[in-house]
């Protein structure tokens, strides 16, 4: 039998390096139906094998096993003994309704998102949106007409925003305002956290009609449904007046410069003179060093044909509708907090 000799890891040569990156989707695919077939939770009381896998997921044990096995291979489940599987930290992060779970995440951008990225050469050539070629609609007006896919994009983001309300309300002070404005917040995990980090404080959560009509829950299980009020409307034609801050965590980003500058002109009109703007995005450092939001940028071009921006970019968003940009905090999350006031 042949010596299997270890290789060098600083040896491998730029040609494999590049080979990896270039094959990145076979790994996003694979967790994927991982994370459709919900094989985690099966596995949250005890390792299974294959084969008791295959019968709850309706697949064909020996490709279930296939996956499962490339998957192990990268730390996502582990093998305790031939055919049985088992969590791992990675692997548990699958699972469904768990704090911090990935699992909607690791769907919703295998889906849709996987087949409009196929479409962005036309994009990078037209400035067309490459989902709308796809599907033949924005991709809002999508999740209007397809409740699963609505589901898990919100899902996805409520996970996402999970991860990152900690760092928000830790690095900024919220005790200093009466009412905070939630603009498109979703099912309203962010305005929870800050309502219950400030007692004295009031909410108001703002999205979609069909949005919020499910947010109520969220509220009475932080402790803060009556210091909260949820509406429903559209922040392009008007958003709710008189708070003392209106809070756009990962919505500018959607969009591109002229609708940007329709959504701050609603926040401008409804906020007194007093009140302060809380752009949360992931603002673009210069220069070439690795930033999740350079990907997440390319990613708006081809979902939405919205954009990441750099702080002067946002600058001069603000200056089109009368804010002044204040300054910019960064979290450990990766978002910063842009603060601006009226001027």
């Known amino acids: 039998m042949s010596e299997l000799i270890p290789i060098d890891a600083g040896a491998v040569p730029p040609s494999t390096t590049l080979l990896q990156m270039i094959t990145g989707y076979w790994v996003s695919q694979a967790i994927y139906v991982a994370a459709k077939l919900g094989v985690a939770d099966l596995l949250a009381e005890a390792p299974r094998s294959f084969e008791a896998l295959a019968v709850e997921t309706k697949t064909e044990a020996p490709l279930l096993r296939r996956v499962l096995r490339a998957l192990a291979s990268i730390g996502i489940f582990t093998e305790t003994s031939p055919g049985t599987f088992a969590l791992t930290p990675l692997a548990s992060l699958l699972r469904t309704g768990t704090p911090n779970s990935m699992r909607a995440p690791a769907i919703m951008y295998a889906e849709e998102s996987y087949r409009a990225w196929g479409d962005i050469l ?29 589901r898990v994009f919100n899902e996805a983001m409520t996970g ?123 603002v673009l450092p210069s220069g070439e060093e690795p930033f999740r939001g350079k990907w997440l940028d390319l990613h708006m071009l081809v979902m939405l044909g919205g954009r990441e921006r750099t702080a002067a970019e946002y600058e001069v968003l603000f200056q089109a509708v009368g804010f002044a940009l204040v300054r910019v905090i960064p979290t450990p999350a990766g978002q910063s907090i842009v603060e601006a006031v009226p001027v």
């Open 122 to 150: 036309r994009s990078v050539r037209t400035g067309e949106t490459a989902f709308e070629h796809q599907f033949g609609t924005t991709y809002f007006g999508y999740l209007g007409q397809h409740p699963e896919s609505d």
């Open 160 to 282: 996402l925003a999970t991860q990152l309300v900690g760092a928000v309300v830790d690095a900024y002070d919220f005790s200093q305002f009466r009412t905070v404005v939630d603009v498109g917040g979703s099912y309203g995990t962010l305005l929870a956290a800050i309502l219950q980090n400030n007692p004295a404080a009031r909410g108001i959560l703002f999205d979609q009609p069909h949005v919020v009509a499910t947010t109520k829950e969220q509220f009475e299980k932080a402790g803060v449904a009556a210091r909260c009020t949820i509406l429903g409307g559209d922040f392009f034609v008007e958003i709710p007046p008189n708070g003392d801050a209106y809070v756009l965590a990962k919505i500018l980003h959607d969009w591109d410069d002229e609708r940007s500058v329709a959504i701050l002109r609603q926040c401008r009109r409804a906020m007194p003179e007093h009140g302060k703007l809380l752009v949360i995005e992931l």
